[in-house]
């Protein structure tokens, strides 16, 4: 799996099949009498076939005046069969609506229930799932909607339900067989809209509900597919969900369903600690709105940091004034240029690296960087170890928050206005950089919670001084 998540940057090499080595020693012992002539082995990979199906799916044009919202919602109608008008939608082959951002294709979303009980499981790589709803864990179960849900008796929702039960059956398998569920006590609850990335733009969830009635039957349920791993109930009356254990879409759910399971406050993980105990640079790293000033803010003011803005010393190697003196698209584009020259990301850290020398303290802050390499870079460059913070908040949450950091009033700037900047290819690489975090900060609630979340990290590292 670290193969897999970080390619080439892995620590580890496979040599074989089932044999693995790391990447450091492999020159030194390829040739060894030991080792033999040690080379990598690219293994090749199993993936599910291309789909055949034909799925439901949506044009902008139609949908434009209902999904005006971004998580779950009903918009200006009041019902999500409002969507099930055989007007609005079309079939066409899933391989060409999978490309196209213009339309939206129809996904079911079923929670499964018992009393305060839900049924949750680890979707795994070995399918056709969209990438951010694999490898963590999830509370819906569903997929597509398929012209081969359209029948006779499932005009009346274009086939959603039979979809949902078709889902349900497949994935999941109970002592007695496959579920035999019902369609019409399949609950709607809403309707689930996601700009917030390139997936997620070109899908729409109608999220359901499944009340088990007679839990004996349901109480150990198994997988169904290779797909899903790990199923297991969740009693929401006793268990504090914490939401980074959950992808987005779940994330979503929880919120709007269980808000009495959340952890109701920010929260953050600790990696690594030892490289904030002596003299160190620490970088603070994010997707826009996620809260990196007010956590740099903290670090000046709460741990005596010294602040160095790479946006401010990109500025002045591109020429052009920094952000908000320009404006943020023409400086994202400028960047973006800058960035992807070769020796971009080595100039950048170079002239960051100049700076720590020049401030030439022993902790020092540097915000804003975007690309691994540049952090790669800096690490080489710096006279001092470099720590990673990474700040991670759900998009609906950046939204707010860079309404408020930027000044913006609510006839200024609408979510599809903000993703356009969120998801800009100069930062697309800086959600990878989580994984070589030294500290993670969660971020789901916003500026006032998120402040408190900050001092208890930066009391249990040991760098709080006031």
Known sequence: ??????????????????????????????????????????????????????????????????????????????????????????????????????LKQFITYTIVQHETKILSFVRGQYNRAASF??????????????????????????????????ELSEEITLPNGRPQIDPDKLELLGVLNDNSSSVGIRHLAIVMRYWVEDFSKWEQPQRGEVSINRLRWIDTSREPLNLSDFEYWSQLCIKEYFPQALRTVPSYRVQRRSVFRNKHVTCVVGAIGSGKSATTKALIEHAGYKQINSGRVLAHLLGIAPVPQSDRATFQKAALKFISEPDGPKVLAAALAKDIQLVDHDRIVVDGIRHPETLSELRDLSPSPVALIYVYTPPDVAFEMFRMREDYGYDKIDFDAFIELYNAPVEGQVRYLIQDADVIL??????????????????KVGLKTC
């Open 442 to 459: 969660y971020n789901w609630i916003g500026l006032s919670e998120y402040e408190k979340t900050i001092d208890e990290m930066l009391t």
């Open 133 to 166: 709803l694999r490898g963590a864990t999830c509370v819906g179960f569903g997929g597509h909607v398929t012209d081969l849900d359209l029948s006779l008796f499932t005009q009346r929702d274009l086939g959603v339900r039979a979809s949902a039960v078709r």
């Open 1 to 102: 799996m670290e193969i897999l998540r970080n390619g080439d940057s892995s620590k580890f090499v496979r040599v074989a099949a089932g044999k693995f080595f790391l990447r450091d020693l492999l020159e030194q012992h390829r040739r060894s009498e030991v080792h033999g002539n040690l080379a990598v082995y690219t293994a090749p990979r199993r993936t599910a076939p291309p789909s055949s199906e034909r799925v439901l799916a949506i044009h902008r044009d139609k949908y434009g005046p209902f999904l005006d919202f971004q998580g779950i919602g009903m918009g200006p109608f009041k019902s999500p069969e409002n969507l099930f008008d055989r007007n609005l939608v079309t079939y066409l082959p899933r391989t060409e609506a999978e490309i196209r951002d213009d």
